[in-house]
């Protein structure tokens, strides 16, 4: 038994080794590493062309990060699929733990973590950090007092979340048809609780969020992109759910 840890990347080498360095060093659950790469050319696919312990899926074009996603997916058998950004830094043990929170029901489909920059839930009160280390003496302070704590939520942010293998199965992979500023998550997550599958936030296991460096080390104006996948969001679900007002299944 393993997981599937997937990584879309396009440009921004400088954070992407860094987010591998973390998994390496805070992850003991048996893993791989997938990178599905959407086009770069700072130099990111010569770099994991030489990391021997990570798979390299390249792509003639941007995907975006639903369709990266998806093809790592696609490309993998694990029961665990994480599906992460790149400019994540990891904390010990974080993936044992949300398993272990996942397996707490078969209802569960999706957890994930809590962060210090995201929208919803996922952004808790946290100490300031500096260093690596600082940043772990931080997440086992988090884990020790918010051990066996965790929120059912309406919407799971992808910038980190683990996904059961089932739960693909069950309601099939993201919608790469809502643009690049994001949506797929609460797309996915609506079509989740759609079909009685249960997302957790587990308060216990936090990790570093830089956010959005895929969108400013291309210049992309995320402002736009977002409200483009929001009106097709919104389209796809006219009269159901709103991008702006999920509804309360």
């Not at 699929?81 to 790149?86: A, F, K, L, T, Y």
């Not at 029901?105 to 919803?120: M, R």
């Not at 089932?166 to 609460?186: A, M, R, S, Y």
């Amino acid at each position: 038994m393993k997981a599937s840890i997937i990584i879309p990347t396009f440009n921004a080498l400088h954070f992407t080794k860094q987010c591998l360095d973390s998994i390496r060093l805070t992850t003991r659950f048996p893993h791989e590493i997938i990178i599905v790469d959407n086009g770069s050319t700072d130099g990111t696919r010569e770099f994991i062309d030489t990391q021997k312990d990570i798979r390299l899926i390249k792509s003639d074009s941007n995907l975006g990060y639903a369709g990266a996603c998806n093809l790592g997916i696609k490309n993998s058998d694990s029961k665990y699929i994480v599906i992460s950004n790149n400019d994540i830094l990891f904390t010990p043990n974080w993936l044992s733990h949300l398993i272990e929170t996942s397996e707490i029901s078969d209802e569960v489909g999706l957890v994930g973590p809590v962060t210090n920059h995201a929208s919803g839930f996922h952004r808790q009160p946290h100490k300031s950090y500096t260093t690596n280390l600082d940043l772990f003496r931080e997440a086992a302070r988090i884990r020790m007092k918010n051990k066996g704590n965790f929120m059912f939520v309406p919407v799971l942010i992808f910038f980190c979340t683990l996904i059961k293998r089932k739960t693909v199965e069950q309601i099939g992979i993201l919608d790469p048809n809502l643009g690049l500023g994001g949506c797929d998550d609460l797309d996915y997550s609506f079509r989740a609780r759609m079909a009685g599958i249960q997302l957790i936030l587990d308060l216990s296991v936090f990790v570093h969020h830089f956010c959005s460096k895929t969108y400013t080390s291309n210049d992309l104006n995320y402002i736009n992109l977002l409200q483009e996948s929001r009106d097709r969001y919104n389209k796809k679900w006219e009269g159901i759910s709103s991008a702006g007002k999920p509804s309360n299944i």
